[in-house]
């Protein structure tokens, strides 16, 4: 994987440079680095990981907190010269497809977690070593990383990259995602504070 294209991309919360990272330059459906204006590598930097969400990055979808955390980060990487790495893994690594499967077992009774092992899926099927690559080509030694994921936590402390501090990122709950919430606090360890 390499870096294929980058240019500046002004965004209502600030301006980035977004940078394109695949394997070729055909590749259409390339990983993202958004890198702040005032992006300092020599010093802890504010990171997001973030894995594609369709539904919530996109379309709003209340199911999820993907979408508002999101823009809660794009917003603390401008603020604070921060860089958010999405990744191109919907639905914790099955698929679009598969996700919108999920959705449907979902509203038969079966949680999220539930839903995936139902397809032949792993809980958590994502990888973060294409993040670890592209936070290295950025010349990154330390992160202060975004998220209340510990399975993230644990795979950058497993990485050559230091993670200085632990930012949480809670979306308030509400009634149409407050189900995914609690399954995600008690079945996946995320720090969520319900």
Do not use: W
Request: net charge negative; proline share 5%.
């Amino acid at each position: 994987m390499n870096r294929q294209a980058e240019a500046r991309i002004p965004t209502r919360v600030g301006n980035f440079t977004m940078i394109a990272y695949a394997d070729s330059a055909d590749e259409r459906m390339p990983h993202i680095a958004f890198v702040a204006e005032g992006f300092d590598p020599s010093n802890p930097v504010p990171v997001r990981i973030h894995s594609e969400c369709m539904t919530g990055d996109v379309f709003g979808s209340r199911r999820c907190d993907c979408g508002e955390q999101l823009d809660a980060s794009l917003r603390i990487a401008a603020e604070q010269g921060g860089v958010v790495v999405y990744l191109r893994q919907e639905g914790r690594g099955i698929g679009l497809i598969n996700k919108l499967k999920a959705y449907n077992l979902q509203e038969v009774g079966l949680n999220t977690a539930e839903a995936n092992t139902h397809l032949g899926f792993d809980v958590d099927a994502r990888q973060y070593e294409c993040a670890v690559f592209i936070l290295q080509d950025l010349k990154i030694g330390a992160v202060e990383l975004i998220t209340n994921n510990p399975d993230k936590v644990d795979a950058l402390r497993r990485s050559p990259l230091e993670v200085s501090a632990v930012i949480p990122l809670v979306v308030e709950p509400h009634d149409d995602n407050r189900g995914y919430l609690v399954t995600k606090q008690e079945l996946m360890g995320h720090l969520l504070g319900l």
